[in-house]
Structure formats: C-alpha cells, structure tokens
C-alpha cells in the first residue's frame, strides 16, 4: 500500500458502512422516481422494526456509532461517477430509465433526519418527511444496523480467528455455488443488500458468483455492486407503493383499488421485465381474482410470502384462466430462500413458467453456525413506511407473521380485501 | 499498491519458489556446521525419491519451470541482514551458535549444480559434491517439487475458486488449532518445510498457530520464517549424519560404533536442548542397548519412524535402566503426525515425560480432500543422501516401508546392528 493511500484511509474518523447513495436497492430508485412524479408531497414516516426481539440490538451496538453512521449517509449526495452511470446506463434494455428532472433532484438530495430513541433492548429509528426523500433511508438503515451487529461480535476476535472466520463463510457460500451450478436452466440475482453481513462480504459473494455461476447469475439489486462490477442491477417494485397508496384511500371501496391503481401508474412508466407482480400486500389470491385483464398481459410475478409453491400454482391458474401462456412467464421467488428451496422450486416449475429466484440474506449473512452462540446468525430486520399524512399503513401478506398494522385496521383490510384464514409459516430472516 | 512495488514484482521473470538460502530447516544449518568442521571433504550424492510413485511428478510438473526454480536457487546468496541474524542471534539459549569461520564460508557459498533427468514419469535429481554443500540442497528442493505441483494443480483454477481453496484449508487448519489448544501442556514446532503446499501457506500456518495456540506453539524449524515472524528457530539433527559416517566406515565393528561417534562429535559442539538422540537410523532398540552411557544423560529423544507409543516406551525403559528420571526427558514426536495422534500421545506420555511434538506434512500440507481427484493431496518426497565417495548409504528405521540402500548392504546392515522382524507401516506422508 503506497504511503497516501494509508494516509487517505485513517482520515476517516469513522470505518463508514454506506458510502454511497447508490449502495441500495435498484428497486428503490425505480419506485422513488414513479413517487417523485406521482406523489411527490405525501409525508410518510418509515419505522425500524427488529422481527427478531431476542437480539437486543441496543445493548448490542453503540449509540454513539450508529448516529455516526447515519450522520454519515445524511452527508452523502450522488457523485458525479454515480451520476452518469443512472443517466446513460442502459437498465432492463432501456436507456435513460432515469428522467431528467428526477436526476436532478436526486442530484441535490441529501437524506432528511432520523429520529433515534432506545427502548426495552431495541432502537426505535424512525424517519419521517416527504415520501420520495425518506424512503430512501430503508436499504442504508439496515445495511447500517446488520454491520454494526457484526462489527460489534467481531470485536474482540484475534487477525487469524477473523481470517479464518471469513474463510469458513467463503466455503459455506462456494459450497451453495458448487450445488446451485448443477441446476440446469438457474436464473439467480443477488437480493442480499437490506440483511447483508456487511458491504465488503456481499461485493465478494456477488463477485464469487459472476465467476462460479457464469450466465446463471443474472445481476445484483445493488446498484452500486452493479455498476462497480459492471453487471445487471435487478428490481422492480415493493410492497410499499400499494400500503401508502391504500392509507390514502378514504373509502373502503377505494381502499381495494389502490392496489391497481398503483400498478396502472407503473404500466405507464414501465414494460418489458419490468412489469412484475407483487401480489401479496393483501393476499395474493383475492388480487389476482379481481385483477383487471390488463394485468395479466405482464411480464411476471414476484412471490414473496406464503407459500412459494402454492403462490407459483396460484399464478399459473390464474394465467390460464385469462387466456395467458403460463410458459412465457416469468416467475420471480425472493422469499427466504435457500439452495434446497431453489432446487426443490426449478423441479417443479421448471417448463412451466420462467423461473428466476432474487437471493437474499441467506447468501449474503449466511453466518449461521460459524461462532459461539451462533451470534453471527443473520435475524430478521425490516425498515418499512408506517404511517402516511397521519394514518396508519398495514400490510397483511400471505404470511400472517409478516402482517404490520395496527390490529383495528388489519381487520379492517382483512374484510375489504377477503382474506380468511392463512398458514403462519416461520420467518427466519 | 504502489508502482514501484508493482513494476518490481514485474520484473520476476519467475515466480520464485524458495528466495533465501535460510528457508531451509534450522537442524541443516546446523548439521552443516559441523560437517563443515568434521567431514569438509566427503564426496556425498543426494537424491530425490518419490515414495509415492502414483503421482508422476515429470508429467505434472515441465521441467523448463523446475530448472529454472532450481538455477534461481543456485544464485542465491546468504543476504547480510540473513547473516546478521544467524551471528548475532540466540539459537537455544547461546549466543554465537554459528562459529565465525563457518559464517564466512557460508556467505561465500552459491550452491553446486544439480543434475537432472526424467524416468518413467518421475524426475530423476541429484546432488553430488562436498557434503556440507549438497546437503544444503535437501531442503529447497523437495520445496521446489512439492510447491511446482501445487501450481501445476491449480494452474486453470478462477480467482474465486482459488480463494476458496484457500479459505477451505484455513478453515481446515483453524479446526485443527481449535482440538489442538485444548490439549493441556502441549508443546508443538512447525516441522512442516519440506513437504509445504508453498512457503506462504506455511507462513500463514506459522502465523496463525502463534495466534491461535499462543505459548504452545514453540517455533519453527524453517530458519526464514522463524528470522521473520520472530520466534524460535527449531532442530537438532537427523539421520544424514550417521548414514554418512556408517557408510564411510571400513569395517563392521567400526559401523557398529558409527552412530554414537557421530553423537560423541555433537556432544562436544552442543549441550541442553540441542543434545537429542535419533536413535532409529539402524533401529533404535539395539541403538539403545548398545549406547555408551553418557548418551542416557542427553535431554532428550527424538521419535520418527515406528509405532511412537512403543519408541517412547522403550526410551523411558532404557532411561530407567541408566539410572535417569525419565520425566526430567525430553520424547520429540516427529513421524506423520496429526491432531488425533498428538491427543493420543500427550495423553499416554504426559507427566511420564516432557512432551513435544515436531508437526509436519499435516500442517503445512492438508490440502487432502479439497480438489476433485484429492490432486492436492500431500505426498511422500524425499531428498537423501544416497551415496558418500562412491559407497552406497543405508537407512534401516523402526518401519521397513522407511529403509533404504542397496539390498546386499540392508542386509548387511541388519546382520551388524542385530535388527529382526519389524512391523510395516504405512508412510503417509
């Protein structure tokens, strides 16, 4: 290492975990430009929410250096690099997927406040402003907590222990690459940047993959280990478009449209690849049957709770029902997946439909086992909009242990959207 | 990385194997300094044995690539900063270890050619010259061997792939530290030069043993890395001295008194640590029958062929029939050693005696099990001398499987020293 180099890097008074605006999910710039046109002013709070109460993350991680990371991201804006990447790079086929008047303002943008308090074990982050601006901290609050989780167990471990620590989840990821190369026809991305171990690992897994799945591995949700490596960034939307939609709602007859007014605004904007399903905010079967036509000529679906089989056969029904060939569509698995569940799927579905799986915590935090206590093992931490102009988001999901919202309005959603009972299934991470 | 560094790592037109005339086990150096005095004129022959002759060692390895390691080694030169430390160091607790006169021919030295032949997929290596000088060979050229294999295994491996053939075998060594640091009272030496996978595998092994089992791990007998990672350079002697001087003797009582003066001469020249028996040569139970009684007094005995358990057994009978506390003793475990057999050992020999355990091939070189074809399984490669002005040498060992030496002269070997039926063992590595 050359003498300025070294300088250069103990300048930081910090080791910072997001250095980049665009270390986050492509998904969430795609939604934020369609907010920043369609809903620019809505003011929404997003809400850290720890699934996994067992780990205390407050005794766990020091105040003092998360605020200095999120002070961090709040001091980020989009580099110039970064910037004519989004403007003349070519995504899902299509030049200049980023409008002009959107690259300008992201150009501009700094992140707003958070607001940051302990209680019982746990920090309760929240952020709240003008919804374009603060959905944005979703991906860096997570990567920011998940690594500092790390850092913090890694602590007080020896240069060759932690050599070694790292060498063990190379082989346990190289171990699922050896067996995910056998499955014939695999399309696989990276989903891994909310619940990565940290944001060095996940570059070297996404780089371990280019090289041991070839073609196989289709491209990584993060823009920024998209851009450096030179591959695809994936994604489309998420499920919090149609919560805050359906909060605004002001009737319950409204209420059930949001959902499709919601992706008639993307059918607008998008095509191709990117038109994709997310049908589950409130119960995939109820969705899909009152789905307009329309809706049946996109491109795919994207199961993401529930059970993944069931929700593959429900789609395929309901294609065939509208006259649609099931085998020209995509169907995109990212729910908690591991190498067994993408086997076992691609057997079934393989021929019927276009498989394709977004990979996640489990390849990109697959520390399980590899420490005492297994205090590595990745747990199950999600930042979502929890409220929008005062009222209350709800998401109910195929799996009702996913389900947020206060209990009033869950069942309030639950009789205008039909759904009954549902199969709790265990959410790992 | 700096430019500089980088263009001078260009400037290689080699990747050299061995790049100090000290990465050599600490024992020949001082082996050489006392052939230096006693013997400077004997003209010996060294030559390399494949044991295992499955692996054809001239198909795998091109011999442009193995002459050009070997004429690198032949310019080398003991550097001063090389030479400063084997003067001014403390080897076993003396200052001035290597005497004044000995230094200055050794920083003269550049070793002798070597002579080099294919055979039925084997190489065919010789060394042939002053003894002190070819059997500074021994060491750099089964390095050179079993490291050119190495590369030659993982010559079409990708990046990522390599990196994890690496993190699979630190994380094979860390498991091993891991059994190894619950042994109470254990003493353990790197022995692992020869037979290495590469000099920077065992310098990370060095490495990560002095982090991992701190105090318990004692040093190592490669001279370089002992110079460089600051730690105990280990060794006594071995078996080239008593062969040489056996087959230099003329009659059959004279090679029966061979072995004890060759010891008589290291009595003189050493003391403490440094006094250790090899008593298997020509078989250790006559060796010790036989042995003079000042031989009972040295610390220590090094175990390196035969069941270990019953070596030692023996020892500690003989001491207790000289009059000697055995568990004042010293018993050096040397022979094909690995974590389950160091459990056995300290277990039986604890508190009877002082035990150690010189770990070699199983350390440096497990890389067993982490190819297709197990390719990078260690192998059994030795460089011996074979011959001493014109007669052949002889080595009997407690395992048959060990011996070597024209059949008529065994046999007359095994006449003179009384050795009868022994137990075959396996010789793994």
């Not at 989009?78 to 004519?84: F, I, K, P, Q, V």
């Not at 943008?109 to 944005?136: A, N």
């Not at 007080?156 to 190289?174: C, D």
């Not at 993060?222 to 499920?239: S, V």
Request: charged share 25%; with cysteine.
């Amino acid at each position: 290492m050359d003498i300025a180099s070294r300088v250069y890097a103990h300048k930081w008074k910090i080791d910072p975990i997001v250095r980049s605006l665009i270390d986050t999910d492509f998904y969430k710039l795609l939604m934020c430009q369609s907010i920043f046109r369609n809903s620019p002013d809505a003011n929404v709070t997003f809400s850290l929410i720890n699934r996994t109460r067992s780990i205390r993350l407050a005794e766990l991680v020091d105040e003092g250096e998360l605020r200095e990371q999120l002070d961090h991201i709040r001091g980020l804006s989009l580099t110039r690099g970064e910037s004519t990447y989004l403007r003349g790079n070519t995504f899902y086929g299509k030049r200049q997927m980023f409008r002009p008047d959107f690259m300008e303002w992201f150009e501009a943008l700094r992140l707003p406040p958070y607001h940051l308090e302990k209680r019982d074990g746990q920090y309760e982050l929240t952020f709240e402003g003008k919804w374009p601006e603060v959905m944005l901290w979703e991906i860096p609050a997570l990567a920011v907590l998940m690594e500092l989780r790390s850092r913090a167990v890694m602590k007080g471990m020896g240069k060759f222990e932690l050599q070694v620590l790292y060498a063990r989840a190379m082989t346990k990821l190289w171990s699922k690459v050896e067996r995910l190369r056998q499955i014939d026809g695999l399309k696989l991305a990276d989903f891994g940047t909310r619940r990565r171990h940290s944001f060095l690992w996940q570059d070297w897994c996404v780089q371990a993959m280019m090289e041991g799945l070839g073609p196989k591995f289709t491209g990584t949700s993060n823009c920024l280990i998209a851009m450096r490596r030179d591959i695809e960034a994936i994604g489309t939307n998420a499920h919090e478009l149609p919560m805050v939609q359906a909060a605004l709602a002001d009737t319950d007859a409204d209420l059930l449209q949001a959902p499709y007014r919601v992706l008639a605004d993307w059918h607008e904007e998008h095509e191709g690849n990117l038109r994709i399903i997310l049908p589950d905010t409130y119960g995939t079967e109820g969705f899909l049957r009152r789905a307009p036509d329309w809706l049946a000529g996109w491109t795919g679906i994207r199961i993401d709770s529930g059970d993944p089989a069931r929700g593959a056969e429900t789609a395929i029904a309901w294609w065939k029902a509208r006259g649609e060939d099931p085998t020209r569509k995509l169907v995109i698995f990212s729910d908690g997946l591991d190498v067994e569940k993408m086997e076992e799927l691609q057997a079934q579905f393989s021929g019927r439909v276009r498989v394709s799986f977004g990979w996640g915590t489990l390849m990109t935090n697959d520390f399980r086992g590899l420490v005492p206590g297994d205090a590595l093992a990745p747990f199950s931490l999600v930042c979502k909009a929890v409220s929008v102009n005062g009222r209350p988001t709800v998401k109910l999901s195929d799996n009702p242990n996913k389900a947020m919202g206060p209990a009033d309005e869950v069942a309030r959603y639950k009789r205008v959207f039909g759904v009954g009972d549902q199969a709790a299934m265990d959410v790992v991470v």
